[in-house]
């Protein structure tokens, strides 16, 4: 295997965990906050995270984990052309600061796409991700597919497998799970207003801060990720660096967290789509549906539908206004 493969290079059943495991320090907290500035409270206030927590130290910020665990899953997917999705992604478990990740990441499927007059062959692959802890817990585990060249611009390698191992949905009763045992209750009286019980199907909510993208790079390096189309222009199909589709995610979580103020934490993503690239300098501005409603014994379960949509000037590579770049379908945890 290459270090950095090729389509043709990848087999079924490949593992990939030869990779630095990640202790989370408060200084990985600083970094990312600085980057997207979310508002959730549990993952900013340590005195609160333990009173309603009833264990001492902070929680991680759930947006934090999942960039951390995709930069571990990126050694396969160094020459990556995009990354197009990422389906059934479940927190099994809270992470805290002072937890330690190690990242393997699994070859599932491998299709090839279809040959094009003029356009290099390229193929997708289904990656496979566990995340887990220091006491070998899994925390994290998710599906994602990126886009990555073949060695040869004309291969046909007759690559065609099924995908449907990358599960779009989660059952409700693996959600409720993952619901902790927390003083939710607590939460409520604390802060009065825009909690679960507010919400309704079909609640609509579009906000008008907007974000501008900045310091793509700079996540990139934080979080190992190895994607040479992130860092470096000329490995990029659009002649531009291209935005790591996590910070775009990351950019969504934290305007939602404003929609939301009393979102307690991230429990899934049923499924996540990057429908256009986004480039540094892109303004974001985001939707959030509320699709759906989950009451347990414990709290409040809403899932959700996040759209992000960008602006970019006539010097991108895409120019225009309100270009769809995001599609995301969630489970939070409300009190």
Known sequence: ?????????????????????????????????????????LALDAHLCEQITGRPGQLANPSLVSNLAIGQSTIPSQRVMGNLFYRGLRFHRPVWVGDTLATTTKVVGLRQNKIREGRAASGMVALEMEVVNQHEETVLLFWRCPMI?????????????????????????????????????????????????????????????????TLAPELVRLTLNMAMTHTDAGRSVYGKRLVYGGHTIAMAAAQLSRVLPNLISILAWYRCDHTAPVFELDILSTVVSVEGLLATDKAGVAKLRVQVFATRGPEAPEPGDGIQVLDWHLAVLMA
């Open 1 to 41: 295997m290459r270090i950095a493969p090729y389509f043709e290079d990848f087999t079924l059943g490949e593992c990939f965990d030869d990779v630095p495991s990640i202790t989370v320090t408060e200084g990985y907290t600083a970094i990312h906050q600085a980057l997207f500035a979310d508002r959730m409270r």
């Open 149 to 213: 060249p073949c060695r040869d611009p004309a291969a046909e390698t007759g690559l065609s497998g099924d995908f449907s191992v990358m599960p779009e949905e989660i059952a409700d009763s693996l959600i409720v799970n993952a619901v902790p045992d927390w003083d939710y209750a607590g939460f409520r009286d604390r802060f009065t207003g825009g909690h679960f019980a507010s919400l309704n199907v079909g609640d609509r909510y579009e906000l008008e801060a907007r974000d501008t993208v």
